[in-house]
């Protein structure tokens, strides 16, 4: 059996000056809080605190960066126990779901996810042997034993883990009771919803009929034309700003922000109402959301972030079988610069107006996204995100970003993850990676230690804190 | 107050053996003359030689790098002292304007141009201290009185940076009398026209028909049909010829040099003239002008610069106000590979032809740039420009370029800039990156000291001397 | 004249801890069987195993690495002994194109051909000066004489080599004839074909006709109607699989592979033999081929390498004089996400099924390729290739493709040549490369030195042999 270890100079580079300032550096910002303002944890875990519920549950099932690697080297996701919509069996023992994962450790070399695993496994559980089928069963029964105790229920790990305030993604349908009930509770953490109001955007989508009718019902509001549309979604904004929410998301194929005129945009609406709605009319009428959503945040103040360039379920067969968010979503190029023309044109300089814009397409970074955040006041890069979570892909944002936009026009890390404990390590990783570029910066010449430092804490607390601020309701 | 510092070894590598290598080729290099000829500085300045106006009006009104970062943390270009069109007030107190400026330096850190100033105000003013609100008064005042001593004057600057060549930007339009006033005087500086056409070519913009009216006035020839109009730009070509010029430039969004029929040509061009052009045969005009001055350039000798993919003007509503060069023109994905074909099909092979050919969109680097000048004579590659003249860009594209093409398929450093002060500094940078890239080959064991050496010459004087030819008129 | 070295810490990074770790982890693969599975070495060479003819028609003629590098600094085809199709008069003299190419030495800095032409010169002909117009004569003397010696053999080089099998790239026409002569011969070299049927899946290409009905007369199957032509396709694939092929090889200008109905296919097959084939026709049969090779390698075991995005002849001109193949392949943007859909959805998750898929443009990377090796247990990468393979292209790969999709979704090196001597340079540069990067890991403290030299072995035998395991025939 491998030991596990964590070498505290990770990510940092190699030489020996730069990495003493990378040590200086990270010194400054390593226990500063999180601030999670992009994840997908859910709000009830924090709601009802109730103990995690074994091993295989909290890091296997249902990390999708996990299950793909393991799927790609030929496990099934039935043995890794992800469900299946046809009700068909899948594995139900936690023990055998993680020998599976501990028999596939080897894969993960060189990936983020063998860091955020490494860590969880070593700060939180204080693992101190590799994942191996040797070392499964012992594994297993560690960490089972840990998730019974007290200190590791959620509200315990959120306190230990510093997190300043969470961020959820919640439907515009949500009651939200769950963080009602936290605000509610004698528990002090703070927990935000997000706006995400895509699946009522793309109305050619299985669904879209009835979660209008279900908009209609919470908001109070007809949604049976264009304009009560909007007003329900206005509703709903105002009842998540009520409720504390900072943001919204948003998930497109593409970036086109087209609007629409009204008339155009009820007719289509109508259309799909009467269930007929063709691809290229529900194709503007998502790209005319996204317009309409980006006047709504000019009005109450919630940042818009904006995500495109996904094609979500590249295996429809998996997609029938396993739902979505099971690996199978693959980016697509981009084109920003027409795209998010109208939508910048229009509130690109409104100082009312803030957008975040993520990409999982790097050949964006210079030639794009760089370029408009370096120009556009309105609008911040948010970090690497999904697939360019990881350190060397960080490196790379900082590199074809910085010297266009500089450092102020981005909205430090906030991370995006289902997976709650691996929260600090994602931050610790992205702290790592910023405390090496600044440091390459320092050792190179062409910054201060002191400017380096300041900047640091920027990234770490104080863009996202300005990116995301709380809102009057 | 901070210090402002020049650390001597800025950009090298950071590790000690390869930064002692890359000093040692820097020393070679350092003092080279410097070879300007992409540049945009108005041949006026230096036939007139007169007083630069001010701090702010030399270093930060008209550098778009600058006003656009400022912007782009929500200071207003009025405040900035950029003109408006309508001719509303702006910002007039150079004062003002200086200390917006040191107010946002920090914007600035990771960025080129907190290199560039950074060495403009210690090497060219002997600043000592970091622009900031506290400091802004003094450096002003500082920078203001060097300014009215006879060494800054823009001849005496030209002579003390080493300038061996200076190449403008100039319509065909122009009488070049500022460029012949300069061979008429007794000062010995080397200052040629360069030839750019865009606003000819482009036949849907407004103004084209002013354009092509005062073509046929200055150039004698009846501009009334395609062959006059094809006429009349040879006769300024060799006008500009007879002085001095070297090279073509030309801007377009796309990359395509498809040609048309002489019938087709003539049938668009007269639409154009009166006054009722698609803008498909707009854009199947402006191809057809890219490669009729290839076949141009084939004949009379001047080395073609094609820097194509760029969206002016994103933002319509700043276009009107502002007018161009404010910031807000973006890059946009270039086919060179199908673009470049009916150009390169024709001339690329031509030893009478020779181009330089620049990008911003960086993705282009190893799968098209690199592989077309690997291969065909005619075609030389221009440095990183504009957005990525930087260091971190640089080094992306010799990695990128080099392996393929080599070092000898590249025109060598030629800055690219309206900001005359800081064309030392961007040679600087450029040979330092340069430097550092050859230590890194070196101390990797894959170049011999001295043909690094020898390299480092040759791009830094040798093959920019090659690439743009005097040519005898 | 300047000497020859060749640093045997060449590549490894260059900071002294992790350069430290690379040679150690480069002595464990070092000298590891040679697995050439993607060549384009002629299996005749071995069969007949006749002495190479000299220098200049071992070392430049047949490389267009080389040829290309000296034609884009002006040198004629002709001069370097490229033959002409029209039978016009080329070099002959071997002294002289030796000549041409020792004078362009500089030219080869910082390239790959560079660090393999050094290597063969220096390891296998043991030569001490560098090529320069000086050494030409002596260089080419010493090499000759050592090519009339026995131990200069093909099948001696390839013993010394260390080769454990070479794959070759064979026509379906092929009667494999040279294959059949090695296995029956007393030497013990493995060389296997590799079915490459491009020639007939392109149906609107000259000479495919004639192609179609060759097939009929090797196969013994009627090609006369689509059934026909995929029974014949079968029956030469079997015919391989036979004689030891492992894979298959296709190049394709885009990634499509979208499968037509039958009856559209044999209609379009059809008019394709009666002549009258459209381009959009003869697109959709190829995209048709790509899916119906995936569907019988899913049957008959065979590998499926995949290499699309590339516009043979970028110069019409230069095609038709001297033929393809001599450097005017240029890359394409490919889109692997909505092109391999189709293949992917059908026999992705299939175990029969494995392909192997390349690229020369990098921008798919992070973005497509490893988000769907990362996913789908039939894909695995191949390494750079053709213009990226080389030391700076193939550490970007590294770091665009592990973080997302692992080590273990690569095929390991296999090397694309058609210069049989740079084999062995070719997997050097490689390895030096991958111990590099782990090294950087190890030393980076986010991997083992254990781990990393497992790894390393794995990269460099394993995992080929995994991806091209020998069929039951």
Known sequence: MRQLTLDDDRIFP????????????????????????????????????????????LLVVPDHYVTRMLGSQGVSLESLGVGRRDGLPVETDPRAIWRAFC???????????????????????GITVEPSLDSADKLYEDIDAKLREPAFRPRALFDRFGLEILATTDSPLSDLAAHRAIVASDWDGVVVPTFRPDALVHINHSGWKDAVARLAAVSGVETGDYDGFLAALRQRR??????????????????DSTPLDRADADRIYRSALNGSVSVVDATAFASNMLFEMARMSADDGLVMQIH?????????????TFGPDVGFDIPLPVDFVRGLRPLLQAFGRDPHFHCVVFTIDETTYSRELAPLAGVYPAMRLGVPWWFLDAPHAMLRFREAVTETAGFYNTAGFVDDTRAFTSIPARHDVARRVDAAYLANQVTGGVLGLDEAIETAIDLTVRLPREAYPPLKS
């Open 103 to 125: 028999a596939g450790w080897r894969y993960f070399r060189g990936t983020p996810s063998r860091l955020w695993l490494t860590q969880q496994l070593s700060e939180i559980f």
């Open 308 to 320: 495109p360039g996904v094609l979500r379920g590249h295996d429809s067969r998996v997609d029938a």
């Open 238 to 255: 105002a009842f998540f700003v009520q409720n504390g929410a900072r943001a919204t998301d948003h998930g497109h194929a593409t970036a």
């Open 14 to 57: 190699i030489d020996p000056p730069a990495r003493a300032v990378a040590r200086q550096i990270f010194a400054e910002i390593r226990n500063l809080p999180l601030i999670s303002m992009h994840g997908h944890v859910e709000a009830a875990v924090l709601a009802n605190d109730e103990p995690f519920a074994d091993p295989a549950r």
